[in-house]
C-alpha cells in the first residue's frame, strides 16, 4: 500500500458506493466500494425473481469484497466490472433486487474463479449479452476448484447457460482444462501460453451511442460486431 500512495501522490481519489463520475459522454455509476453497494436500483434494475431460491455462501476474503464495482454507460452499451467481487457480495447485490439491471458486457469477477465467485443468481439476473473472461492460463475460470477438469467445464457452463448470451471472450486459455470442453472457441481467446511466455494480446471493445459495439482479438485480428438490447 504504501508503494502504491508514493506513486499516486496527490491523484488518488476514493470513491464510495453511489457516486457519479461524468466522462466525457460516459456515466461511470460506482455501485460498490469497500464493502458498501448502492442502496436503490440503477439501469431499469427491478426485483430479481430468482432470490426466493438463491444459493447463498459465507464471505470470502475480506479484501475481496471490498472491491470497486463500475458499471460505465453510454447511450445503450453498458459495461460492468465488479473487480474481485465474492459469491455473497454477488448476491447482496442481487437479492431481493436486482440493483443494477441488465447489462450489454460483462467482464467476470475473480478472474472467473466461479467456486467462490459467479453466483447464479447474480448472473442470470443481469443478463449480459457479451462475457469478457479475465482469467490467466492458471489462474480463475475454475482454478481454484477442487478436480481442475470437472470444475472447470462447469463454470464454463454456467456462464454458457446466462439468458440471452451471445458470446464470450477469454483473455487467456485455461491449461487447467486446455480443450474445447472448458474454453471458447480459439478465436476468441487472446492468448495461449505460460505466464512466463505470454505475449499480452490483448481484447478490445469499441462502443458507440447508438447502441453498436465490436469486440476486436488483438492475437487474430478476428472480430465481431454486436447491437446492444
Known amino acids: ?49 430468482r432470490r426466493a431460491t438463491a444459493e447463498r455462501k459465507d464471505q470470502a476474503s475480506p479484501e ?26 454477488e448476491i447482496e447485490l442481487a437479492c431481493p433486487v436486482n440493483l443494477v439491471g441488465e447489462v450489454t458486457l460483462y467482464q467476470t469477477s475473480r478472474h472467473a474463479a466461479f467456486d467462490a465467485a459467479g453466483a447464479p443468481t447474480h448472473l442470470y439476473a ?26 472447470m467445464t462447469r463454470h464454463c457452463w454456467r456462464i454458457a447457460a446466462s439468458p440471452d448470451l451471445e458470446d464470450v471472450w477469454q483473455g487467456h486459455r485455461s491449461l487447467f482444462a486446455p480443450g474445447p470442453e472448458g474454453n471458447v472457441a480459439d478465436e476468441r481467446i487472446a492468448n495461449f501460453e505460460e505466464s512466463d511466455q505470454c505475449e499480452g494480446h490483448w481484447l478490445r471493445a469499441s462502443f458507440a451511442a447508438d447502441g453498436g459495439f465490436s469486440m ?4 487474430n485480428g478476428h472480430s465481431r460486431e454486436y447491437t446492444a438490447r
Open 64 to 89: 475481496n469484497q471490498r472491491s470497486v464495482g463500475v458499471l460505465f454507460s453510454y447511450g445503450r452499451f453498458t459495461f460492468f466490472d465488479l473487480g474481485d467481487f465474492n459469491w455473497a457480495k
Open 216 to 219: 476486436f482479438n488483438s492475437r
Open 1 to 49: 500500500m504504501d508503494a502504491y500512495l508514493r506513486v499516486c501522490g496527490d491523484k488518488l481519489t476514493e470513491v464510495a458506493a453511489g457516486d457519479r463520475i461524468p466522462f466525457g459522454d460516459v456515466m461511470v455509476d460506482v455501485v460498490a466500494s469497500n464493502g458498501e453497494l448502492i442502496d436503490a436500483p440503477i439501469n431499469g434494475g427491478s426485483p430479481n425473481p
Open 126 to 151: 443481469i443478463k449480459p449479452q457479451v462475457v469478457v473472461v479475465k482469467n490467466g492460463p492458471r489462474k480463475g475460470l475454475g482454478g481454484t476448484s477442487p478436480g481442475f477438469d470437472e470444475g
